[in-house]
């Protein structure tokens, strides 16, 4: 709650003493809600996330960083649900993800930031869902990027797959597969860390959760 | 997997057959990676031997099931921990207080019983988030206003019990303090309604709260009597517009008159929340440069009154909203600058345009302060992402050590520079000083915050709580202590507030023993151990 209190002191810091407020207008929050939602069994999403039909895929990208922009393009011609955690991670989540998966299990495959997948990680627990893959990009000052699994490593079979140069998001739709293996065998992926970003580092994390 | 304690795994195995009889196989979660689910990130034991790790977690769909699981936890003796929606971050997440605990997961029991905008309230189940509320509200085009917490994805059941805070007008913001009638299952699987909900067909259980005889509510918020079904939430009619206006006061010592009048208007149900700052002192984010400043300690007020005059801004000042008719919150802003005026020589003022209520759908996303008009949100896990005080060594997460303090300067300065002291005693940097302005989460009582980081790492994780201790520890010497706290530190917070040899908790635990046998329902929870498991205290 600290938080809060903190932005709304920083912006009157910035700003003379009065708090700011926007006017512009953007759009309003997606979909209604039923007010209680029938929870499908645990058993249903796990039998989700051991199936590989792609039609139970979610992609979710932010588009407020280039490789999750790169990785929702890649994904124009194909018929998998594609959407934005930027906006309003909030309303994507009760507007639209929540009814849907309660109406069907899924899977949900992202790139964005720590707090997109923290979020969401959260989140996906009413669903018995967790996270069962999980890349951390990191930038380095040249340009270039280094893909760490959960162990803090670079992976061949990833660096195959993606480039360590900007463009990755492009091809990170083929570690889907790979994921989806790796969703059978661990959870050590599954709350690795708390929101924040890596330190001092700029970063993006890429995540199946199943 | 952890165990309940003194339980063998035959003898866990055959409780949770009992288990899957009352709630069905696939709401009894029991294997590693779905325990895994209930761990507490923010926790400042992660991967250590003493994070409170669940047993198994239980989802019931109803009261009866949640009658059931009680009555089999009582035969096997296992401690059960209710969650509502489990997402108590930097108080211990969705993670029992005592390991081996099973969670009894509310999450299915999601329903909106009611809500009405005649007589202002909400009837809701555990499992209602903040969000499936507001939305209810929305779509149905109810005349009310919720008051939510930071985070909208907790509930307004979960939230309340822990004695939870949000950002309107004073009476809503503390959130236990607004509920309106409980329904709870007893540790001995009894349901009771309290207040008019105990007369049989009373259509008054969410207008009349005692009904006769002693209220029994309280002890079901930050304790471990009983499994709450029900609640009831009085909710604030929706205002017809709001206004946020601001006043500053130009010197270090106008801070006490400042307090004065805004806790008249408070008391008064005049004002929302006030929303205290130091543009002098430039606030947590960008503090100004203070290193002169308290090179000697903490310094005098004449030295404190001559940094303000070079900052060339004014010491303090405080925000608030003003909710109502047009016509009734341009009259109070009126009355609040004649009185300013009268009593603090060079006072500002400051307005921002009136908004009519409720916001427009479209206009929601880009409002830069959504809690203070009860909209829920996650916009604050951005916001403490991106903040330039973390930069360097972002940590995972923060148990948050709130220091509760009078209504006064003296109140606020005392518990800023207590702390400042105990974190340098520990060899950290101060987060407060003596330009730290109080949180007035409570109407009536003044919170002066820090945030501990916690870790992934046991080593930083350990600092981390030997300041946590310390902090306590400084902040009682000086007559004060903490509201809420994750289970790591329950028992020290709790141990602070030992007026005549610690009565209070020797009272609530006569209650424990008489009320809950067996002593299963989250035991240790608030300091509360059963006599049975005393020896666990911390
Ligand atoms: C960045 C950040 C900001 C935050 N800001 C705020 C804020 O502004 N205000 C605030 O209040 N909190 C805040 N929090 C803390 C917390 O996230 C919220 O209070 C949240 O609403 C609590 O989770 P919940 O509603 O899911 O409650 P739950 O986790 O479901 O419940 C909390 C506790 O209450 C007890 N309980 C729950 N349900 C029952 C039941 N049915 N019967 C008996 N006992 C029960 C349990 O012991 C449980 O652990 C913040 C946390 C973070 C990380």
Request: hydrophobic residues 40%; charged residues 20%.
């Amino acid at each position: 709650m600290i938080c809060c209190i903190l932005i709304k002191k920083r912006h009157a810091g910035d700003k003379g003493v009065m708090i700011k407020r926007r006017t512009t207008l953007k759009i309003g929050l997606s979909g209604a809600l039923a007010s209680a939602f029938p929870l499908q069994s645990f058993a249903a999403s796990k039998q989700a996330a051991a199936r590989t039909d792609l039609t139970d895929l979610k992609v979710l990208y932010n588009s407020n960083y280039a490789e999750s922009r790169n990785l929702a393009a890649s994904m124009h011609q194909q018929q998998i649900q594609l959407e934005d955690m930027a906006e309003d991670l909030a309303a994507l989540w009760y507007g639209k993800l929540k009814p849907e998966l309660a109406q069907r299990p899924g899977i949900l495959f992202g790139l964005g930031d720590r707090v997109d997948l923290f979020c969401i990680e959260e989140l996906a627990r009413d669903f018995g869902m967790k996270t069962v893959f999980r890349l951390e990009h990191l930038f380095n000052a040249d340009g270039s990027v280094i893909h760490l699994n959960i162990k803090g490593q670079t992976d061949k079979d990833v660096d195959r797959l993606l480039t360590t140069v900007p463009g990755f998001g492009y091809h990170l739709t083929e570690l889907v597969p790979l994921a989806l293996q790796n969703s059978q065998q661990s959870i050590d992926a599954h709350k690795r860390t708390g929101p924040f970003p890596m330190q001092g580092k700029s970063s993006l994390v890429s995540w199946m959760i199943s | 997997m952890a165990l309940p304690p003194n339980l063998s795994q035959s003898e866990f195995d055959a409780a949770l057959a009992e288990f899957r009889n009352a709630v069905g196989n696939d709401w009894v979660f029991s294997s590693d990676e779905d325990v895994a689910l209930y761990r507490d990130s923010y926790s400042i034991y992660w991967g250590e031997e003493e994070e409170r790790i669940a047993s198994a977690a239980v989802a019931p769909a109803n009261v009866e099931e949640v009658q059931q699981i009680v009555r089999i936890a009582n035969r096997y003796s296992i401690p059960v921990y209710p969650i509502s929606t489990g997402r108590n971050l930097t108080y211990g997440g969705a993670a029992p207080t005592l390991t081996g605990s099973v969670v009894i997961d509310l999450k299915r029991m999601n329903r909106i019983i009611e809500v009405n905008d005649k007589r202002n309230y909400a009837l809701v189940e555990p499992g209602v988030s903040y969000f499936d509320l507001f939305n209810y509200i929305r779509e149905n085009n109810l005349n009310v206003m919720i008051d939510v917490p930071d985070p909208g994805w907790g509930s307004p059941m979960g939230n309340s019990l822990d004695h939870g805070v949000g950002y309107t007008f004073g009476p809503y913001r503390d959130h236990f303090g607004s509920h309106i009638g409980l329904e709870i299952v007893s540790a001995e699987g009894e349901l009771i309604r309290t207040g008019a909900g105990a007369i049989p067909g009373s259509d008054a259980w969410q207008d009349f709260h005692y009904g006769v005889g002693p209220s029994i509510d309280g002890l079901f918020a930050q304790s471990n009597f009983g499994i709450v079904t029900k609640m009831g939430v009085k909710l604030m009619p929706m205002p017809e517009a709001f206004k946020n206006v601001t006043i500053t006061v130009p010197r270090y010592q106008d801070f006490q008159a400042l307090i004065d009048e805004v806790n008249y208007l408070e008391d008064s149900y005049l004002v929302g929340m006030p929303f205290y700052n130091s543009p002098a002192g430039g606030g947590l984010f960008d503090p100004a440069p203070m290193g002169e400043l308290m090179q000697n300690g903490w310094p005098s007020l004449d030295q404190l009154e001559a940094f303000v005059r070079a900052q060339g801004r004014p010491a303090w000042s405080v925000s608030f909203h003003l909710y109502g008719p047009q016509e009734i919150v341009q009259g109070t802003w009126t009355a609040i600058q004649r009185r300013f005026r009268d009593k603090i020589t060079g006072v500002a003022f400051e307005e921002e345009e009136l908004h009519n209520l409720p916001i427009p759908e479209e206009d929601i996303p880009a409002l830069p302060d959504k809690a203070f008009l009860g909209i829920p949100n996650l916009e604050i896990f951005h916001i403490v992402n991106r903040n330039p005080i973390n930069r360097n060594d972002p940590p995972d997460g923060h148990a948050d050590m709130f220091t509760m303090a009078p209504r006064t300067a003296e109140g606020a300065h005392t518990a800023a520079r207590v702390l400042a002291e105990a974190y340098q005693e520990m060899g950290f940097p101060p987060a407060t000083g003596p330009f730290s302005t109080p949180i007035t989460f409570y109407s009536r009582a003044f919170v002066i915050a820090v945030l501990i980081p916690t870790w992934r790492d046991a080593a930083k994780n350990e600092a981390s709580r030997a300041l946590y201790a310390h902090c306590l520890d400084k902040i009682a010497e000086v007559g004060m202590g903490t509201y809420r706290t994750a289970p790591a530190f329950q028992d020290l917070a709790v141990s602070k507030y030992n007026f005549n040899d610690g009565s209070l908790l020797k009272f609530q635990e006569k209650l424990k023993d008489s009320i809950d046998p067996n002593g299963i329902i989250s035991p240790g929870r608030y300091g509360i151990w059963p006599a049975n498991m005393r020896n666990n205290r911390g």
